[in-house]
């Protein structure tokens, strides 16, 4: 089912919302990171696609209603808010501020309480497990008022040993509460350790059953697998509905993640510039499918779904712009039905503004054009098209092409610059070194330009060239050869992760070193480090640390 939810757009907006909260977290020197990282997807896919709402409006009366029952997340919830348009971003930073309307725990929205809140907050959380009783209030009385109005709450599984939330559940279902979706955050931690070893939860999904819920289950951080779940909930009659969302808490910051340390602690200040960058360098992986047997395709995208891959590259070819023909977007559209993963589009065909509306049929959620193959009148359209489609407009570059100044114009609106390494046409091409320094040159101009959209690099991607393009400035890699050249793809896909994980590593350490904390950084960061301290060249600085 095609989501149309401008993929890249999403994955940037809830990037930002993980650099607002640990900012804001930092500068207070207390708070969250740990629950505000694990529900940002969930709350970012609520307020940026799913929920009708109006930040210039925050009271209409048509809105859906957000109850962050896991009041603790409040710094991720301030930032996706921010975000969305209901503060400035800059208040963010005044997170527990005496005076500051972001109090620790939010405060419901109303005139008496204006200085410690604003309009947009519908709850106020603190003491956990009350939440879901507050969504099944407003539930009811939409559904008895005949209102269309649809009540989603964030819970935790922490917050679940709560009684209150059990006899929430049963009251749930016996008013048939089909316009009520509870999301569970399921990262496994809570205040003081692991929830399994705490008050075990699991089965968790049985028990929601038992308790006559629509139970679905996602990864709760690929928000493609939440909007898909959020949509086809909507076709759920006479039952309420809850999504059980496997999270890792602290997610996007490595020394962070899974770790009950950080459930309520603040990174030092000084660490916030490193953090951001960690944040920005998020790199995604993106095998690509191009010519060669159809009825390998299916099995190629599974594979790579189940290897852990970001998104699928697929590789449209005319034989006309290029020398070889692939396939076309009734095969897209045959793969669709089979995955929720991102596809990303890579058409390499002459006039591609005769074929655009097939492919945004077809269900792609980036759609590529070449700046070989239409003009600047021809690229403004094909955007418009794909943005009102609500699919991430990409255009890519031939290494021979100088980047046209033109496009400089459209930035706003492209969500990915492709800057080819090889001359297109063909997988398991040798990479063109040169394409590093153009890559550069244009990441610069790109970003005077404040180009706020992704960089990914295709052909001769690997292992070796990897960390060179992610130093020039890619963050989306396409690796053809490199996932599908040898039968083991789960480990392909494993190697150029570690690789990506490596290139991260070095470029955090670069910057540790250069704002003259390297030691600290590596003590912060000690026990993810040790495993890569060979490559990263750091075997002395941990052995001065012990
Ligand atoms: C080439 C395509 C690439 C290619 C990548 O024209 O655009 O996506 O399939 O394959 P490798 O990684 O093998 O160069
Ligand atoms: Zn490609």
């Not at 679905?216 to 909007?227: D, L, S, W, Y």
């Not at 669709?336 to 890579?346: L, T, V």
């Not at 759609?367 to 255009?395: D, Q, R, W, Y």
């Not at 992760?497 to 670069?510: M, P, S």
Request: hydrophobic share 40%.
């Amino acid at each position: 089912m095609a989501l149309k939810m401008r993929y890249l757009e999403l994955n940037r907006k809830v990037r930002d919302v993980r650099m607002l909260a640990i900012q804001g977290i930092a500068e207070a020197g207390s708070g969250h990171p740990g629950a505000s990282f694990s529900a940002a997807e969930i709350m970012g896919a609520l307020y940026f696609h799913k929920m009708k709402h109006r930040s210039s409006d925050p009271l209409w009366e048509g809105r859906d209603f957000f109850i962050n029952s896991k009041a603790h997340s409040a710094p991720g919830f301030y930032a996706v808010l921010a975000t969305a348009g209901y503060i400035d971003t800059k208040e963010v930073k005044t997170l527990r501020k005496l005076g500051s309307r972001l109090q620790g725990h939010p405060v419901r929205y109303s005139e008496r309480q204006k200085n410690h809140s604003f309009p947009g907050i519908e709850y106020s959380g603190g003491s956990e497990g009350i939440g879901l009783s507050v969504a099944i209030g407003i539930a009811l009385a939409k559904k008895r008022d005949g209102k269309k109005n649809r009540v989603y709450t964030l819970i935790g599984d922490g917050e679940s040993n709560e009684g209150q939330i059990w006899e929430a559940a049963m009251a749930a279902s016996k008013f048939k509460l089909d316009n009520l979706v509870a999301i569970l955050d399921r990262n496994k931690i809570q205040q003081d350790g692991f929830t399994e070893e705490i008050m075990p939860l699991d089965p968790v999904r049985d028990k929601w059953t038992a308790f006559n819920w629509n139970v679905v289950e996602v990864n709760g951080h690929k928000i493609e697998q939440i909007i898909d779940a959020l949509s086809r909930i909507e076709k759920v009659e006479d039952k309420p509905s809850i999504i059980i969302a496997k999270t890792t808490k602290g997610k996007g910051i490595k020394h962070m993640a899974n770790s009950p340390q950080w459930h309520g602690k603040a990174p030092p200040k000084k660490h916030v510039p490193i953090l951001l960058e960690e944040l920005q360098s998020e790199i995604l992986i993106a095998p690509s499918i191009i010519a060669g047997e159809p009825e390998n395709y299916e099995e190629k995208v599974r594979r790579a779904e189940r290897a852990g891959a970001d998104l699928i590259h697929l590789d449209i070819m005319d034989g006309k712009f290029v020398p070889s023909t692939s396939f076309f977007a009734d095969t897209i559209k045959h793969l669709r039905k089979i995955s929720s993963i991102p596809f990303d589009a890579h058409l390499m065909i002459e006039k591609p503004i005769r074929h655009v509306e097939e492919y945004i049929d077809a269900g792609c959620d980036i759609l590529t054009v070449h700046v070989e193959a239409c003009n600047e009148a021809e690229f403004a359209e094909i955007n418009k098209m794909l943005l009102k489609a609500g699919i991430s407009p990409g255009i890519a570059i031939n290494p021979g092409t100088q980047f046209p100044s033109w496009l400089i114009g459209h930035l706003n609106n492209i969500d990915v610059m492709i800057i080819m390494s090889v001359n297109p046409g063909f997988a398991g091409q040798k990479f063109i070194p040169d394409t590093l320094d153009k890559m550069a040159e244009i990441v610069k101009t790109l970003r005077s330009n404040n180009y706020k959209g992704f960089i990914e690099a295709d052909g001769g991607i690997d292992a070796t060239t990897l960390q060179q393009v992610f130093d020039a400035g890619a963050r989306i890699m396409v690796a053809g050869n490199a996932v599908y050249g040898s039968p083991d793809i789960n480990s392909n896909i494993i190697q150029l992760r570690h690789k990506a994980n490596v290139a991260i590593e070095t470029k955090l350490l670069e910057l540790a070193t250069i704002n003259d904390m390297r030691s600290d950084w590596i003590k912060s960061r000690k026990n993810m480090l040790i495993p890569l301290a060979k490559e990263l060249g750091i075997e002395e600085d941990l052995h001065a640390i012990k």
